[in-house]
């Protein structure tokens, strides 16, 4: 994604600059452009987003094993194991939205990716009776949650939780929040090229300018958003992926066929939380069109932007707040055509 900034200074006896900073976390580089009156003041700031990200990475990666998401992946499946408050919550929403999806969005999918050579790797074909023994590793539905008791259980062995999908969302919110909390009025914290979101408005403008590639198409734009206290997240084969015998693997996993997704080129959704924005994107990529209608006529403030069919591109815009360019008005599908498939 690139973004557009303004630089208009705030009325009153205090003027606001744009500070920005980068920061180097979840194997992704963060960057924050926020208004503030000072240097100083921005410094502080900066260190106290990027502190809370660093915070969220040692509680989530499944990469350190001092981290307690490994630490549940190394014990839930022998007895329940006694988490925190946070990282419970934090569940609980993983597997709400694959209650939602239908399993299009599954945390369960961390031995998957390893099989396919995208854990630590750009990925790897792995083999008809490798992928098989997967079926009993791969499924939202073996993990336990007890609330009164706050433990995390599995149901079978081998099972690993990868928090890929959703864990740079929530890092993107908490960071957001503590921003907030110090009265910041506008800022806008990227994860990398997935997951946005915009706090407030520059000075004298309606929000942030976000402008969404067209992927594979050097620096075209697809669409251009006004994003104003909201998130924008976007899903596509960019990030790992490799080529074999002239087909392309990505490492976005559908977990109901243990198999990387191949209909889909890119996803972008609009929704008020980074953390929804950002697992709704990848349950997206994964279901197919009716299934896509289906789930965000449940959502009457999200919006998504689908891109299908790698050899000849087109797109589905499902309430999407701009116009898009790039691709022929005909190679396109609306809200209201879906609903009626």
């Given amino acids: 994604m690139i973004f557009q900034f303004f630089h208009a200074p705030t009325s009153g006896m205090l003027t606001s600059q744009l500070y920005c900073a980068t920061h180097r976390a979840m194997a992704t580089e963060y960057s924050l ?11 502080t700031l900066t260190n106290l987003a990027f502190q809370e990200i660093d915070r969220i990475e040692n509680l989530l990666s499944h990469y350190r094993e001092a981290s307690e998401l490994s630490r549940i992946n190394r014990e839930a499946a022998q007895a329940g194991v006694t988490t925190d408050p946070e990282t419970f919550h934090f ?17 369960t999918v961390g031995s998957l990716l390893k099989c396919w050579g995208f854990f630590e790797g750009e ?3 792995p083999s008809v009776n490798e992928i098989s023994r997967e079926r009993n590793r791969v499924g939202w539905h073996q993990i336990r949650l007890d609330p009164e008791r706050r433990t995390v259980r ?51 403008e309606p929000g942030w300018k976000v402008h969404v590639p067209l992927p594979g198409a050097g620096s075209k734009t697809l669409s251009t958003v006004t994003l104003r206290d909201t998130s924008l997240s976007t899903a596509n084969l960019s990030e790992k992926n490799f080529i074999h015998d002239g087909h392309l693997y990505g490492s976005i996993m559908d977990p109901r066929t243990l198999r990387p997704v191949e209909r889909t080129l890119q996803v972008t959704a609009i929704s008020p939380r980074a953390i929804d924005s950002d697992a709704l994107s990848n349950a997206l990529f994964v279901l197919d069109t009716a299934d896509r209608a289906s789930l965000l006529e449940q959502m009457p403030h999200v919006s998504a932007l689908v891109l299908t069919d790698r050899q000849n591109p087109s797109y589905e815009a499902i309430r999407w707040p701009a116009q898009i360019t790039g691709l022929p008005p005909a190679q396109k599908k609306t809200f209201e055509e879906m609903n009626c498939l």
């Fill in 33 to 43: 452009y926020l208004y503030a009156e000072s240097e100083p003041r921005a410094d």
């Fill in 91 to 107: 569940l609980e929403n993983c597997l709400a939205w694959s209650e939602r999806s239908h399993g299009a969005f599954d945390i």
């Fill in 123 to 125: 990925g790897a074909l």
């Fill in 154 to 204: 599995f149901l079978a062995k081998g099972i690993a939780l990868d928090p890929g999908g959703i864990g740079k969302g929530y890092a993107v919110d908490r960071a957001i929040q503590i921003l907030k909390s110090r009265g910041v009025f506008a800022a806008m914290l990227s994860s990398g090229s997935s997951t946005i979101y915009a706090l407030g408005a520059p000075p004298g």
